[in-house]
């Protein structure tokens, strides 16, 4: 439990996104034996347990894992986490990981869920910082890396006036603010409205993101921006992000 600005209780949650497959980086890895990519380790340490552990000592009283790909794997994972870092796991199948993105996924993980909830994308590597700023903000909020060089393949944001007037890949990079990294909070009086946004998305493209739904909650300018300033991270998404995620563990380990 936390105390909002207000000084209301609140229930914090955790929300891991873990069913994709991982189509990229099992080119170079055998993915089927290791499992979906939060079970990747990096200096002895899964990312799943990362960030279990941060969850749990940012007081989060659930932890929502949307599992697909070798969902057996996964549930062992969780099994031996809840036994060691006493956290209290739901798991949530998403049997359609294959035709489905992480809208769908993030959709049935926020079914029943109340409060604020914490979402990771499953295949980050964070410095804790970066998490840390995001949870303690009083409203809806987004990390977003203000620093790195953009590629076409970046989930670009251009944000004016505190609004998110254009998000994708799509978006020109001479345009861009930055890029949203995969690490949000929905505060308990947004996440009524995110549902149905993530409903509404998931019903229109299975196989769309969730981070679009940022955009519409940005437009009464309520959207709180969290700016990463040269905090390290990554995504991994192929053999390329995994090498970058053990160059920069010592460091991001070093600050925790």
């Known amino acids: 439990m936390t ?43 899964t990312l799943l347990e990362r960030m279990v552990a941060d969850l749990v000592s940012l007081d989060a009283g659930t932890i929502t894992v949307v599992i697909g790909y070798r969902a057996e794997l996964v549930q062992k994972a969780c099994a031996m986490l809840e036994r060691e870092y006493g956290a209290d796991f739901n798991l ?9 993105n992480t809208a769908y996924s993030l959709h049935i993980g926020l079914a029943g869920a109340h409060g604020e909830a914490v979402i990771l994308n499953g295949d980050l590597l964070y410095d804790r910082a970066i998490l840390n700023d995001v949870v303690k903000a009083h409203q809806t909020t987004i990390a977003v890396d203000n620093v790195k060089s953009l590629t076409e393949e970046s989930f670009k944001v251009r944000i004016v006036n505190n609004r998110i007037e254009e998000m994708g890949k799509a978006v020109p990079v001479e345009r861009a603010t930055g890029e949203f990294i995969g690490i949000s909070k929905i505060v308990g009086r947004d996440l009524g ?29 309520d959207l709180a921006y969290s700016f990463t300033n040269d905090l390290k991270w990554t995504e991994i998404d192929d053999i390329h992000d995994l090498k970058h995620a053990k160059s920069i563990a010592g460091i991001i380990a070093a600050r925790r």
């Open 193 to 221: 409205a995110a549902k149905r946004l993530l409903e509404a998305l998931a019903a229109d493209d299975p196989n769309t993101y969730y981070d679009f739904i940022y955009q519409s909650l940005s437009e009464d300018g």
């Open 3 to 45: 105390l909002d600005k207000a000084g209301l209780v609140f229930c914090l949650i955790g929300v891991i996104l873990a069913a994709g497959r991982g189509q990229r980086l099992s080119g170079d890895m055998n993915l089927e034996e290791i499992g979906p990519k939060c079970l990747l380790p990096i200096d002895g340490c």
């Open 92 to 100: 949530v199948r998403n049997d359609d990981y294959l035709s489905t």
